[in-house]
């Protein structure tokens, strides 16, 4: 069993910054991607940043500049440093963990937190 839980969400204001967090825990042997997504009322939800085990990252378009993904192997945690937010930031975000829960079987399962609202507005 993996639970993966978001937090760091709030109201902010044009222009202001917010930082997310992704914490997973449970049966991990080892995290491999793990990545932020978003979706806001009536969309579907899109990718917003990735990063590999080795800390890649890639980032959507619209957060290239702006946006800041990281990751803390040590404490299987992950990092959405988000500065010059848009109203067109508003969404629920996601982040998902890609977890090898085994040594053995070598397979990798997708788990994804309950999400955690974001809202830019003035």
């Known amino acids: 069993q993996v639970q993966v839980v978001e937090s760091g969400g709030g109201l902010v204001q044009p222009g202001g910054s917010l930082r997310l967090s992704c914490a997973a825990s449970?049966?991990?042997?080892?995290?491999?991607?793990m990545g932020w997504h978003r979706q806001a009322p009536g969309k579907q939800r899109d990718v917003v940043a990735t990063?590999?085990?080795?800390?890649?990252?890639n980032y959507a378009d619209s957060v290239k500049g702006r946006f800041t993904i990281s990751r803390d192997n040590a404490k299987n945690t992950m990092y959405l440093e988000m500065n010059s937010l848009k109203p067109e930031d508003t969404a629920v975000y996601y982040c998902?963990?890609?977890?090898?829960?085994?040594?053995?079987?070598?397979?990798?399962?997708?788990?994804w937190g309950q999400g955690t609202q974001v809202t830019v507005s003035s």
């Open positions: 998902n963990a890609d977890v090898q829960t085994d040594a053995h079987s070598g397979r990798i399962f997708r788990y």
């Open positions: 449970g049966s991990i042997f080892s995290i491999n991607a």
């Open positions: 990063t590999t085990s080795g800390g890649m990252p």
